[in-house]
């Protein structure tokens, strides 16, 4: 055990979106990686943008993921007495002033600001004033105003912010609610948070926590701010690029190993490896590793990734991913050894887990029904007398052994003059509806004798039924 601790505190105002989990996943990792602990913690002081689909939807996605913690979830909305604390402390220790300025006070100050071409900024007018509390008073920190403060980033190294470039921001609204800064602030003191990852959408907070934590007396954390994921067009992601949220990609059949080895490699790097298991990640996982160029995310890429993962899961993994599929879809397939035997036949040739529930549905079947076109095609007379004798030779045959199967095959072509092709593609249409399908042999083995018979003597009749 090490005492890294490192947090994920998302703002529950919509899903989890890709971006928001490799956050997630980076403090996992780092934390899993050094034997530390993972805190969650819900930043939903924003009551108006704040929602409970949010927040069961951002369990929903980090359960899928399969990101765990160690403490939490922690919600800022229940920790107000605590925040309040701090803000009397900094109020005793002339860090912090109530500010009485006006609404139009401050807006005139803006406008003159942007006029003069600067930022807008506080002019400290109630600094030093030593004001009491009133009905709109604000509190606001008394920021040093000379200097500068250095954030010593992981990833980008030192960044450095001059000190007059910022303001008395404030604290504490008129209605005692603390705002974004310094809650983060509080918490991550309070929770004893050492390392901070989180995007560099954030970095322009940083100088303001850091004098937060120096005039709280408190050790800073290590912070590391990661370049932000970019659509292919090197915007940043969003809802034009294609689906962000993370259920999105359970709803399309990705696996979440697949998703997150994806989603860590888009600014993680292990040499040239791409392929990574979920205990590989947490072996391998390094800060040291994180890029300074945004990830690129291209949906073709996860794809074929996810290929990969579907190819060397194992059958009984798989299977607990593709039921709910099934489901869907009608299938009252259940775990065992028949669904790992379908499994094996369909892993080589899935993308996804909807290419591999679709293409497992015949199996299941309790009648076949032919694609009309396949049917047309291959569902004629002139193949007949090759079902009926398949059938015969079948019939006859215990164990259903690839070499046994081709056999039985050879002496049907040698009997009928036919071609392999001429009497595989028939019976691939009578056994599954379709022209494309696992291999016949495969797929002979998988439903067993009493299924192939009857599914060649079906498609038998449905020939004769035909031609009458
Ligand atoms: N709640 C913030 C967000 O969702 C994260 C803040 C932080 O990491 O410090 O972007």
Redesign the pocket.
Known sequence: MSNIVT?????PTGYLHVG?AR?ALFNWLYARHMKGRFILRI?DTDTKRSTQASVDAIFEALEWLGIDWDDGPYFQSKRFDIYQTYIQALLDSGHAYYCICSQEKIDAMRKEALAAGGKPKYDGTCRGKGFAKTANAVIRFKAPITGSTTVKDIIKGNIVFQNSEQDDFIICRSDGTPT?NFV?VVD?ITMGINT?I??D??LN?TPR?IMLYNALKSPLPAFGHVPMVLGKDRTRLSKRHGATSVTAYKDMGYLPDALINYLVRLGWSHGDQEFFSRDELIEKFTLENIGKSPGIFDQEKLLALNADHIKAASPGNLSTHLLPFLKERGCLAEKGNFLDSVIRTLNTRSKTLIDMADGALFYYTKSVSYEEKAAQKHLKPVCLSALQLLIDQLESLDIFSEKALENIFKRVMDNTGLKLGKIAQPVRVALTGKTVSPGIFEIIEVLGKKQVILRLQNAVQFIKDRKD
Not at 7 to 11: A, E, V
């Open positions: 947090r994920f505190p998302p703002s928001g956050t930043e974004y983060v991550d901070v989180r995007g959408d954030h907070n926590q």
